[in-house]
């Protein structure tokens, strides 16, 4: 018979074992038993992870302490299959898992939950996020990451997998810690965390993360501040468990996280310099901009310009992000065989930023972005219910759980952005700028508002013929809802102020009731909403002939929800996804000498209307007889496509080896990901250039999927005595291949007429370091040296999207090399 979840377990308070980066059962210490039991929550009840049949990857909080990963983004360096988006930095990144990647204005792929609660939405002008943000990798039990659709068992629907972030629970010990890290680039944090036993059954945890570092990219210019991707985070969190009754516990969890940052700034990296010509960015607008963006970067290099150095065109550039969220999960252990269990949550996430879009320090700047006065651009709240009840027969032969799910998300009054296009302006919020051309320079004022639903119900049982042999059957039923309420007015600047003012994407009431009208009556509004309604499930059957081999085979259906947009003209609404998901895989361990575990499993997903982002340029009026650009938006669009088909298709391997003091971790990803058939979407000459759009077309990768991805840590602890402590080092290489960020760049590099394709993120070797000696000399004392990015490698990891639009192209950074040291002093048990 399996190890079965006790009572202790489902209500929640059994201790977890020592989890580590790889599926199965790795260990917190190089000498560790490959038998330990780990325990894990992939499926919401807590269970033996060799008994849970997918695939995942799960680190211990000793562990993410040991490879210094303090954000959520790092865990990608040390995941096979895991990946990010990072457009607009590593604050607004968002997961990839095997290639499903979160796009401008759709749903996420990869939920993160915190606690068992789905991350708020944060929908704004510049996308990302959704969980990925500063400030939640504290204090935690765990960190697991699920891989493959999630579709019965979680609340939000996910085509890609999921994020599970572990929380401590309140113990009954009065204990915690202060600890202290400082790094280069002026890097400063210092956590702290309390836990107080008010009774034996009344217990409450309090902890703390700020967390400061200067900017690697370093500002040129006199304008702003002296560097960019900077940190600058406080995250507090207070949390509460009530042991009602030996069989009732009501545990409370608040959470608070304030950042506040200089953003991120592109770096220019070339430009189309017009000897081929028809060929991105050198039509429509980016021939206009062509000459001054050629410039800037002849400028650059003469200036010597390093690879870390930017130019800045705003004087208060900032990325501000308030999130709050306040979760409670009450567990009744009504019968030794059934457990009910609700969790509610609300949540608040706003978001106010002002940034160059392509870093271009140019007379008239491409976009430069404000929020709208007394405004967030995004400002969402989020309020969650979950209903669950999980059983079990009395010989332990079925287990099942059933229950329903809630998420309503709502914007927080208006959500509005003003934004200069080719313009400079002094007040941008009284119009007064100086202007490129009356024709093409616009002041852009958006008030994009979101509103989601989500629901869902949903059942699952796993019954056990034998010992060995086993069945899982699943299947939910979701319903979405999205709907986007839009009022946007181009408004044509002037150094005496607004000069006229249409709607951008509506029709203009004729006569033109002027400015102060249009941007108070609302009658440039536009309204799109879109439901959908997709079942989804989950057949597995697993095998264990022994207690430590574990063979399954799975096959799943994922959905995404569809979504809206109001600026994709004539494609406002696009489709829900569905993925059907084949996954056979084995786990194992072993003994003797050497010993370990390793999990190899094999995957192919067949997608169908796969959502995935479009490149359309604006176009440029010529004036001449018979163009068909009568109607120019403001700037172009990243639009969302349904593609016909795509698969993808993999392997991934993760194994740990432990031979005396020494220990080997392993994980490999092989990932085969393209479009088989695509459609393409509408395009309107008369706002765009349809010419040089870059639609996804059959046997095109898909974006954001490296083929090869490998890391490799190895770990040495001293033989020493205990009352010197426990020291260990560490080494992790990590290889990933070349992938494809955007296809905007593809065409102009297939003609030579760019240098090359920024587009492609190129292969990365990194290299990181890690020193750790706990308890020092047997005192409560625990140190780290930390190195990330060893060899210094300098790579990009996005491009700006801006050679149609400026007539070049700019990258964002990845990051340099990191080093500092830790000290963590603890208390009580």
């Not at 204990?175 to 309390?194: H, I, M």
């Not at 081999?549 to 994709?568: D, P, T």
Request: include cysteine; proline fraction near 6%; hydrophobic fraction near 35%.
């Amino acid at each position: 018979m399996k190890i079965q979840a006790n009572r202790g377990c489902l209500l929640g308070v059994c201790a977890l074992g020592a989890v580590s980066a790889t599926p199965a059962f790795a260990q917190s210490s190089a000498t560790a038993s490959s038998s330990d039991a780990i325990v894990v929550t992939a499926r919401r009840v807590e269970e033996n992870v060799q008994d849970v049949p997918i695939s995942i990857t799960v680190f211990s909080q000793d562990q993410l302490e040991a490879r210094n990963i303090t954000s959520t983004t790092d865990l990608a360096t040390y995941t096979p299959g895991l990946s990010l988006s990072g457009r607009y930095g590593p604050d607004k990144a968002s997961f990839v898992i095997r290639g499903f990647s979160q796009e401008l204005n759709t749903l996420p792929t990869v939920g993160v939950y915190f606690a068992d609660v789905v991350a708020p939405r944060l929908q704004s002008n510049i996308g990302g996020g959704n969980g990925a943000g500063p400030g939640y990798m504290f204090d935690l039990q765990n960190v697991q990451i699920l891989k493959g659709p999630q579709g019965t068992l979680f609340g939000r629907n996910t085509t890609g997998g999921a994020i599970l972030l572990v929380p401590r629970k309140p113990t009954g010990y009065l204990e915690g810690y202060v600890e202290g890290t400082y790094g280069n680039y002026d890097q400063t944090r210092v956590q702290a965390v309390l836990n107080v036993p008010l009774a034996e059954t009344f217990k409450v945890r309090l902890g703390v993360d700020r967390n400061t570092r200067d900017g690697y990219s370093k500002n040129r210019t006199n304008i702003g501040p002296d560097d960019f991707n900077d940190i600058d985070y406080l995250a507090a969190r207070f949390s509460m468990l009530a042991e009602l009754t030996p069989d009732l516990e009501n545990y409370l969890i608040a959470s608070y996280v304030k950042s506040d940052t200089n953003g991120t700034v592109p770096r220019l990296a070339y430009c189309n310099n017009g000897l081929v010509p028809g060929t991105v960015g050198t039509t429509g607008l980016g021939a206009l901009l062509r000459p001054s963006i050629c410039a800037q970067i002849d400028a650059e290099e003469a200036a010597g310009y390093g690879y870390y150095d930017v130019s800045n065109n705003v004087e208060n550039p900032f990325v501000k992000s308030r999130t709050w969220q306040i979760s409670n999960t009450t567990t009744w252990m009504a019968s030794d065989t059934l457990t009910i269990k609700n969790i509610i949550s609300y949540a608040e996430a706003r978001e106010r930023y002002s940034f160059s879009l392509d870093g271009d320090n140019v007379t008239f700047p491409f976009v430069v972005t404000y929020p709208g006065p007394g405004r967030n651009q995004g400002a969402q709240s989020t309020f969650t219910e979950e209903f669950q009840l999980q059983g079990r027969s009395g010989d332990d032969t079925f287990q099942w759980q059933a229950g329903g799910y809630m998420e309503r998300s709502s914007p927080i009054g208006s959500q509005e952005q003003y934004a200069q296009v080719l313009a400079n302006c002094s007040d941008v919020y009284s119009f007064t700028c100086t202007t490129f051309s009356p024709f093409i320079s616009s002041v852009s004022v958006s008030r994009n508002n979101y509103t989601y639903r989500n629901y869902g119900i949903y059942a699952q049982g796993t019954y056990s013929f034998t010992d060995q042999l086993s069945l899982t059957l699943g299947a939910r039923n979701n319903w979405d809802e999205a709907s986007v309420v839009a009022d946007n007015i181009r408004v044509v600047p002037s150094p005496a102020g607004a000069v006229a003012a249409t709607c951008s994407r509506a029709a203009t009431p004729s006569p033109n009731p002027g400015v102060f009208s249009l941007l108070t009556s609302g009658v440039c509004t536009r309204a799109f909403g879109t439901k959908s309604s997709e079942p989804t499930w989950l057949i597995n059957l697993d095998y264990e002939p022994t207690p430590d081999i574990l063979v399954y085979a799975k096959y799943a259906r994922g959905y995404r929800g569809g979504g809206v947009n109001e600026a994709n003209l004539n494609a406002e609404v696009w489709d829900p996804e569905t993925v059907d998901d084949y996954e056979i895989g084995v786990k194992a361990s072993f003994r003797g000498p050497v010993s370990g575990n390793v999990a190899v499993g094999g995957y192919w997903n067949e997608f169908r209307d796969q959502q995935a982002t479009v490149t359309i340029p604006q176009c440029a009026p010529t004036g001449q007889p018979g163009d068909p650009c009568t109607k120019p938006v403001p700037t172009g669009i990243n639009g969302i496509q349904n593609i016909g088909k795509s698969r993808m298709r993999g392997v991934e391997v993760e194994a740990s080896l432990f031979a005396g003091p020494a220990r080997l971790d392993l994980g490999y990803s092989y990932l085969d990901a393209k479009v088989i058939g695509a459609s393409l979407p509408d395009c309107s000459p008369a706002s765009f250039d349809c010419d040089n759009a870059s639609f996804l077309s059959s046997g095109q990768r898909l974006p954001l999927s490296p083929k090869n991805r490998l890391t490799v840590t190895g770990t040495f602890t001293l033989p020493v005595d205990e009352s010197v402590g426990d020291i260990s080092f560490s080494a992790t290489y990590t290889h990933t291949d070349s992938q494809i960020t955007t296809y905007s760049n593809a065409s102009a590099f297939a003609a030579g007429a760019i240098p090359f394709d920024a587009g492609i993120a190129p292969a990365t070797d990194l290299l990181n370091l890690n020193f750790n000696w706990r308890d020092v000399g047997g005192a409560p004392f625990d140190l780290a040296v930390f190195a990330t990015n060893v060899t210094k490698e300098k790579y990009y990891v996005a491009a700006a999207n801006g050679l149609s639009s400026l007539g070049g192209e700019a990258i964002i950074t990845g990051q340099p090399r990191f080093y500092g040291l830790r000290l963590k002093y603890k208390f009580g048990n």
